[in-house]
């Protein structure tokens, strides 16, 4: 039994290399899809001044009040933060380096996130999101895209069974009516609340319509709507977006339950649930956040955003049976004796420069022990090198899937082998 005295932080994952396949797989067919929407790849760091959470996300959501990694740079006293979403980050990079000057922004981004969440299935501490945000955009066109985008996506990986909820926030002023309409509705009904929805009564009360609480559910389907408020431009960009899925044959649910967790956001919100993961059915959210980029001190530009948690899609993927592609190579390259092992070396390296992938055996052993790990590789064959090939300037190439054994000159190796893995 292992019992390694030190481990990994509580909810934080190794990605091992049985399961790293499949992550390689997957950030590969992303980054095709991205590319094909013209969308850039951005890097931001990992920490971040506290400060940027708070004006960002908000004071009063679970992330900031409940979730973040927090703590004082003991060097220098400064508040920082590990990063517990990507929009706020880039956000902040876009308008430190200009970029939005004179042109809208297209822009994605990849990595961990940290948040402070008890652990379990499709929850972690430390968790992988994939990022895309159009920053400087201001219509429904731009929305309707990142949901035929994750459409897309949806059918490259073959899932299926996702299915969409959209709804609008509307715009600021309907935002506030509605929020004083839905504190007197629950003040009515202050006997009826939970400690979570008591504590958000004042501070944030949209936040009470997404509690889960059994018990509450009659409470909030009651609550005054956000849509009997919403101005007119607001209903317009809504409509317009719903046009043009249709016209793409998107099926979508409206809910006007959803609100998400982050304060952001304003006008089109959306999320891609499954029921197939359990209670952690989202895998994709998203939506837009036109006041944002003032909030964080640029001149205002609207822009709309959505974040995959990848964990979620792989554990998608995994229901389905998907695993992990197997290694990719092509040669095991097996040799014994000090002049063989010299030749091993060379036509390893010479092997890859003509682009195989090689793996030469290291650390010795008989030609049998050997072989069998050859035979345990994925690799299409075996190259065989004795002091007496070496002394003759001769190989062996041996076809790991059935075929003759050859015996080769060492310049006609690579062709052979080229040949042996495509057919
Ligand atoms: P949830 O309601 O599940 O807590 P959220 O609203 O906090 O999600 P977002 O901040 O919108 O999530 O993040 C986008 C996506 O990232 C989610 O839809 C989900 O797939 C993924 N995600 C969020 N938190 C976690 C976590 N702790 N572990 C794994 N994936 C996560
Ligand atoms: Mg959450």
New binding site residues.
Partial sequence: MSNPTLQAVRGMNDILPDEAGLWLWFEDVVRDWLESYGYRNIRMPLLEPTALFKRAIGEVT??VEKEMYSFEDALNGDHLTLR??GTASCVRAVLQHNLLYNAPQRLWYAGP?F?H?RPQK????Q???FGVEALGFAGPDIDAEMILMCARLWKKLGIRDVTLQINTLGDTAARQRHREKLIAYFEQHKDALDADATRRLHSNPLRILDSKNPAMQDIIAGAPKLMDELDEEALQHFAAVQEILNRHDIAFEINTRLV???DYYNRTVF?WVTTRLGA?G?????GRFDGLIEQIGGKPQPACG????????LALLQEDGMASPPAPLDVYVVHQGELAGAMATVLAEQLRDAGLKVLLHCGGGSFKSQMKKADGSNAACAVIIGDDEACAGMVKLKPLRGGEQLQLAPGELSDKINELVKG
Avoid: S
């Avoid at 499709?122 to 501490?125: A, F, L, S, V």
């Avoid at 989202?282 to 998203?286: K, V």
């Avoid at 959505?306 to 899609?313: K, N, P, T, Y």
């Fill in positions: 679970d992330i517990p979403e996130m948040r969440e499709g929850r972690y501490r968790f992988h999101q998400r967790g982050l999320e952690q989202t895998i994709c959210a998203g959505f974040a995959m948690g990848i964990e979620r899609l």
